[in-house]
């Protein structure tokens, strides 16, 4: 499987995603205040992974600009329906098919960097997690922060590591990578981040999703 076949999982899934009920509303509250402390009026904010767009269209207006982006052109559609369909209008949000790497690439923003990037069930499903982190690194002002929150499958539920390989090779999952904790975190690090800040949201004891803040080192 390509990258080309995950955005393609993605926009099948699309209609049914955005539907779906969020699994944890209480750690997924605690995410979202503990995620708006951080932002200020000032900010540029860059959100990855943005699926149909719940989370930035409840924190979008806590910012200067918000730009949040999915690898799937659908998702962004579905996204985009719904920010049109706000009242009142919600003028600083934008919804893009994009991703780290490549907005990095292409650094034709005039507007300048980010103050925040936000990746929220996201860095497990990434293929290159050292390039997607690196491109953060490019994409954040200095002393920038991200603030993610991602399974750590290794210490999540066995079953689902188990079934993992099987789900993808019937087309019934997307890529999604095992890891640690720990490991994660040292993979922040070594792209350029110091770790300020780890916490816990999750209102099930099984569901291990640590909520990270790291700042970019200068």
């Given at each position: 499987?390509?990258?080309?076949?995950?955005?393609?999982f993605?926009?099948?899934?699309?209609?049914?995603?955005?539907?779906?009920?969020?699994?944890?509303?209480?750690?997924?509250?605690?995410?979202?205040?503990?995620?708006?402390s951080?932002?200020?009026?000032?900010?540029?904010?860059?959100?990855?992974?943005?699926?149909?767009?719940?989370?930035?269209?409840?924190?979008?207006?806590?910012?200067?600009?918000?730009?949040?982006?999915d690898?799937s052109?659908?998702?962004?559609?579905?996204?985009?329906?719904?920010?049109?369909?706000?009242?009142?209008?919600?003028?600083?949000?934008?919804?893009?098919?994009?991703?780290?790497?490549?907005?990095?690439?292409?650094?034709d923003?005039?507007?300048?960097?980010?103050h925040?990037?936000?990746?929220?069930?996201?860095?497990h499903?990434?293929?290159?997690?050292?390039?997607?982190?690196?491109?953060?690194?490019?994409?954040?002002?200095?002393?920038?922060?991200?603030?993610?929150?991602?399974?750590?499958?290794?210490?999540?539920?066995?079953?689902?590591?188990?079934?993992?390989?099987?789900?993808?090779?019937?087309?019934?999952?997307p890529?999604?990578?095992?890891?640690r904790?720990?490991?994660?975190?040292?993979?922040?690090?070594?792209?350029?981040?110091?770790?300020?800040?780890?916490?816990?949201?999750?209102?099930?004891?099984?569901?291990?999703?640590?909520?990270?803040?790291?700042?970019?080192?200068?």
């Amino acid at each position: 499987m390509t990258i080309d076949d995950d955005a393609r999982f993605w926009d099948k899934s699309a209609p049914s995603y955005s539907k779906s009920a969020v699994s944890d509303e209480p750690g997924y509250q605690r995410t979202l205040d503990r995620t708006s402390s951080s932002l200020r009026p000032t900010h540029r904010v860059l959100e990855l992974g943005c699926g149909t767009g719940s989370t930035a269209l409840r924190l979008a207006d806590r910012v200067h600009e918000y730009l949040a982006t999915d690898i799937s052109p659908q998702m962004i559609k579905i996204a985009t329906e719904k920010l049109q369909s706000q009242v009142p209008k919600v003028s600083n949000l934008e919804f893009r098919t994009s991703t780290a790497e490549s907005l990095a690439v292409c650094n034709d923003d005039t507007r300048g960097k980010f103050h925040i990037v936000l990746g929220f069930n996201y860095l497990h499903l990434v293929r290159d997690l050292s390039g997607t982190l690196n491109a953060v690194h490019t994409l954040l002002e200095d002393d920038g922060l991200l603030i993610t929150k991602t399974p750590c499958v290794s210490e999540m539920n066995p079953l689902v590591k188990l079934a993992l390989p099987v789900m993808r090779a019937v087309g019934m999952a997307p890529y999604a990578a095992v890891f640690r904790e720990a490991e994660l975190s040292a993979r922040i690090a070594k792209a350029g981040f110091e770790v300020v800040e780890t916490e816990m949201h999750s209102s099930k004891g099984n569901d291990h999703r640590p909520f990270i803040v790291a700042r970019k080192k200068t």
